[in-house]
């Protein structure tokens, strides 16, 4: 069994910097997207930034504060968060996207206070 390990949340105050790590406990093959989800207390899960072979997507709220990357060879997802805002406070997910699984971290909480 896969399992998806988050690490790097936690408190920050607002203009701070955090780095979400994502790591897979197996390699995983033929893995199409990585993806980082967030939901806040009384909201949605929303999509965050994806990462594929052709490229990146941010959601509009994150664009020019969020950088997410990947080390394949790891099988391991980053997402760099800078300027942070208070809107910003949620749990962070990660999703990998295999050709025969969908794969989801267990959640890290990340707060920024004002």
């Known amino acids: 069994q896969v399992q998806l390990v988050e690490s790097g949340g936690g408190l920050v105050q607002a203009g701070g910097s955090l780095r979400l790590s994502c790591a897979a406990s197996?390699?995983?093959?033929?893995?199409?997207?990585m993806n980082w989800y967030r939901q806040a207390p009384g909201k949605q899960r929303e999509l965050v930034a994806t990462?594929?072979?052709?490229?990146?997507r941010y959601a509009d709220s994150v664009k020019g504060r969020f950088t997410i990357s990947r080390d394949n060879a790891k099988n391991t997802v980053y997402l760099q968060m800078n300027s942070l805002k208070p809107e910003d406070t949620a749990v962070y997910y990660c999703?990998?996207?295999?050709?025969?699984?969908?794969?989801w971290g267990q959640g890290t909480q990340v707060t920024v206070s004002s």
């Open positions: 999703n990998f996207v295999s050709r025969l699984n969908d794969y």
């Open positions: 197996r390699i995983i093959f033929s893995i199409s997207d």
């Open positions: 990462i594929i072979s052709s490229g990146t």
